[in-house]
């Protein structure tokens, strides 16, 4: 079960002016699951968006990146879930072209003007003619109000759907933020996770968007792994409608944007987190936070290495403090000219570990106390420098052994 | 159970002349249980080794190396299991020094001249009484003919034990070579795995055996994987005791040189072999080769990225042709300029992907049949040019979880 994951209330999401939303049953999945996504965008629509730096990136995160580059506005996206159509070549991308144009014609746009997506099992063939038959359905269906819907329809393995909302007020006039996401194996993002989309209606210069679309998935998505394993089909999307005519935003350093850039990154954190609360099989939730570094990207080498560790991550799973094992992922995690008299390693409140071992007041009991809870902090510091890093992880039990082995059955 | 490993006869392994090995119960470990060896070297031996590149490496490592690197002649090896003396600061190093102290005490020779090893629990205090008080015992047993007991006695987690032996014939002269290792997981060796000996009583000079162990390491511990958790106490000892009575080998072109090299590296793989398929829960073998590659490096980041990656080694255990999952490894190893198109995957001899995504006559059934056996070969061709690497690994199962969930327990 997903680790202190509220069941999403679907009043909760509030709807962004600008952003309909429409789900269909396309067969693609078991029958009663919906799987097609279709938002459709008003004309002031501007999006950014940012994708997985994995070589083996699937069809139509290639065709997204084109479509994009392109200048031409954005009209839609489209998401189908059941199949990621990644490690198909050319017949894939063939068929993510066939999805955009058809939805372009029930929209009236060009082709390039949609945005397609896709998750589930790769290297097989995306079933297409199922995605062009339930396109008309999901049409038919969109709403303003459907993000709850939408949150359900691009589930894959996900327990429960991903999603939050939140409003702040821009120059006088409320703006609303709301943002889906799903993934909950195959996470460990790198760029972005697979999938993630935030709406507003503030409107933001294109420059400012593209910006604030990589910030915010570098202090969220960023910062999350299940597994290890990088997807092949992370997208990240953020859409701007600007209908909630609040003036645009042009300015990087205008506190309109601080303010916007705060309240979107807290919801592609929220989104983030869920993820990893709803990771395979996980039972807990931690936080490993690495302070003293000398750079970012150390501190960030070695919170994933905790992260990543099949043995941390099994004494978690077991409320073992066998912290022993996390100096070693620390001790193997690539920072050559480390210290290791200088590092103090904290579980939640209590100091295990300084001067090269065990700390002298530590006692197993106290261990075994933070262990026991459910959302675990694990902090370390390095004692070089002032850099820090924050990495979110779950534990590795049983049940995420059972769920990739029968993943396909 | 491990993966098609024989069980081990005492009557193959061959006794090494100029090496002794002497075992005890020190009471580290549960009652009935090897937990102590020491092996004694004759007067012309000479050692070399190769050392774990953890920051948190153990304090005997750095003990070792200081001994190893004060030139004098190394007398005796200890080993203890149950605890690795690792973590444990400068009271860990003392109880490094102790143990020294005491072994030269006992052999009349001097600190320096001893080896010390330890494995098992990282970040607890050794018990470095019941070790000093169980010497005498261990030196008792002192024989020749002891190595099937002292691999025994070095065990922590493993099912099995591993050892093997060969013999050349060196400038008429018969020599022999006999190595012995543990190992089961926290398993990515970075220079040599926790721990493996191997000896030979041919002459080598100095310069020439510790190009050999670096040699026999990199194509052999150096080359698998378990769990991808580098271990703090990884070391791996060469030691040559020259009582063969064949000339010293100190030509690196030599034939005998070559001939050496090639029998101590087939030990040396059958032992990291051997710990691969006694790797943690494993029930299948799988060996990862890329061809193709630019460089060494870069295939063994494909290799181990595919071999490292939990959802591949879930879907091995399952059996299940899940094989987009090797893809996404493949696409995320850090290839930068990988171009997936010119990328060939086999699984066994059934061609799976290519032109960037599945083989034309690539049927479900066929990678189904390769996903049944126990030992699995995984082929990438990488069309890049000429370089290759093989990585060894095992699967990921519920065992896995169970062992690490309860490693102390």
């Excluded at 609040?246 to 350093?253: G, K, L, N, R």
């Excluded at 080498?301 to 409320?319: D, E």
């Excluded at 209590?350 to 700390?359: D, M, T």
């Excluded at 390095?382 to 082995?405: M, P, Q």
Aim: with cysteine; glycine share 8%; hydrophobic share 45%.
């Amino acid at each position: 079960m997903p680790v202190n994951l509220a069941p999403l209330q679907a009043e909760k999401l509030l709807p962004v002016k600008g952003i309909s939303l429409g789900i269909a049953e396309a067969g693609i999945k078991k029958p009663g699951r919906k799987d097609l996504l279709v938002m459709r965008l008003g004309e002031h629509a501007r999006v950014a968006g940012v994708f997985t730096l994995n070589r083996f990136c699937a069809a139509p995160v290639t065709l997204c990146r084109q479509h994009l580059l392109s200048g031409q506005a954005i009209r839609a996206l489209v998401v189908n879930t059941g199949n990621a159509n990644a490690g198909t070549g050319e017949v894939g991308m063939a068929h993510a072209r066939q999805t955009c144009a058809e939805l372009a014609r029930l929209l009236d746009c060009q082709e390039a003007q949609i945005l397609p997506f896709s998750t589930g099992v790769i290297l097989e063939p995306l079933p297409v003619e199922k995605i062009l038959a339930g396109l008309p359905a999901a049409i038919s269906n969109l709403k303003e109000s459907n993000w709850f819907d939408a949150a359900h329809a691009i589930m894959t393995t996900d327990i429960q759907p991903k999603a939050a909302s939140s409003q702040i007020v821009l120059g006088g006039k409320t703006v609303t933020i709301t943002g889906i996401a799903k993934g909950s194996g195959m996470i460990h993002p790198n760029m972005a996770t697979m999938l993630g989309y935030i709406a507003t209606d503030a409107a933001i210069a294109p420059a400012l968007l593209q910006s604030l679309v990589k910030h915010a998935a570098n202090q969220s998505f960023n910062c999350i792994t299940v597994d290890g394993d990088t997807s092949t089909n992370d997208s990240f999307m953020l859409i701007a409608t600007g209908e909630a005519e609040a003036a645009e935003v042009t300015d990087a350093d205008s506190p309109e944007f601080i303010a916007l850039s705060r309240a979107v990154t807290d919801i592609a954190r929220t989104l983030a987190q869920a993820i990893v609360r709803d990771g395979e099989g996980a039972t807990k939730f931690m936080t490993i936070e690495v302070e003293g570094g000398k750079t970012q990207a150390e501190c960030r080498q070695v919170a994933y290495a905790i992260a990543r560790s099949p043995l941390v991550k099994t004494a978690f799973f077991a409320s073992d403090p066998n912290l022993g094992r996390i100096l070693a992922a620390i001790g193997y995690a690539g920072v050559a000219d480390l210290d290791v008299s200088l590092l103090k390693l904290y579980l939640g409140d209590v100091l295990v570990a300084e001067n090269g071992g065990r700390a002298a007041n530590y006692q197993e009991k106290d261990g075994q106390r933070v262990m026991k809870e459910a959302e675990i902090l694990v902090r370390v510091q390095l004692g070089r420098d002032e850099a820090h890093a924050t990495v979110w992880t779950c534990d590795f039990s049983y049940d995420y052994v059972k769920i990739n082995a029968e993943y396909r059955s």
